[in-house]
């Protein structure tokens, strides 16, 4: 069975600051995914990583994947508040799989 | 083009009586995945569709539960004498290959009382 964990749970962070959430999964996977979730709101897709060493960067965000790590990062470059969110990283089996298996989440809180 | 649609936003019933959540995927989308959301966690798989067919529901509880999408019309997650536990948020996705491209709908929050 598919595990994908992510850490940290949970994020409160100084604005200006950078970090980074890792993404851990079981077994060998065709893509991963991140999404962004806002309270009582539904999932926007962030990325879509397709191939190892993959990197892909939108705006303060850049996630890249390490297929051979079975790892990926979401990496947060001089956070601002508006980024105060829960991330999740979704694995699937690719032409295998038809369904995604989601991390448990990473609630960031940005401060001013 | 709309989305996917998800109908209602949020619905209440008691224990006991039945829940309907309707979902009308994007335009030109044959794939049709339905999501749990419970408080404080990550999405779980619960069944796949197609046009007609169920391809997986390897995570839909296999009492009380059913879903469809029928030839004309959304899908259809359909919940039979509801408990608490179902209290959840319930997500639509759909796709136009299969396993590629997800897009959600906003969710139906269902609380139980």
């Known amino acids: 069975e598919l595990k994908v964990e992510q850490n940290p749970l949970f994020l409160s962070m100084q604005e200006g600051k950078n970090y980074t959430i890792y993404c851990n999964y079981s077994t060998t996977s065709d893509r991963l995914y991140w999404y962004r979730q806002d309270p009582g709101k539904s999932l926007e897709s962030l990325f879509v990583?397709?191939?190892?060493?993959a990197v892909k960067q939108e705006g303060r965000l850049m996630a890249s994947l390490d297929t051979k790590a079975r790892l990926s990062t979401l990496h947060i470059t001089a956070a601002v508040h508006d980024l105060s969110a829960t991330y999740f990283c979704?694995?699937?089996?690719?032409?295998?799989?038809?369904?995604?298996?989601f991390g448990t989440g990473t609630r960031l809180a940005v401060r001013p | 083009n709309a989305g996917v649609m998800q109908n209602p936003r949020h619905l209440v019933r008691r224990r006991g009586q039945e829940a309907r959540l309707r979902c009308s995927p994007m335009k030109g989308h044959s794939h049709v995945y339905w999501y749990r959301q419970l408080p404080e966690e990550g999405l779980k798989f619960m069944v796949y569709?197609?046009?007609?067919?169920?391809?997986?529901e390897s995570g839909m509880p296999k009492e009380r539960f059913s879903a469809e999408f029928p030839k004309e019309g959304p899908s259809i997650l359909r919940i039979q004498q509801v408990v608490r536990g179902d209290s959840a948020a319930y997500f639509c996705?759909?796709?136009?290959?299969?396993?590629?491209?997800?897009?959600f709908g906003s969710g139906t929050r269902l609380t139980v009382v």
């Open positions: 996705a759909s796709s136009e290959l299969q396993g590629y491209g997800y897009t």
């Open positions: 979704a694995v699937d089996m690719g032409s295998s799989g038809d369904k995604l298996t």
């Open positions: 990583l397709l191939s190892n060493g």
């Open positions: 569709l197609q046009k007609e067919n169920i391809i997986d």
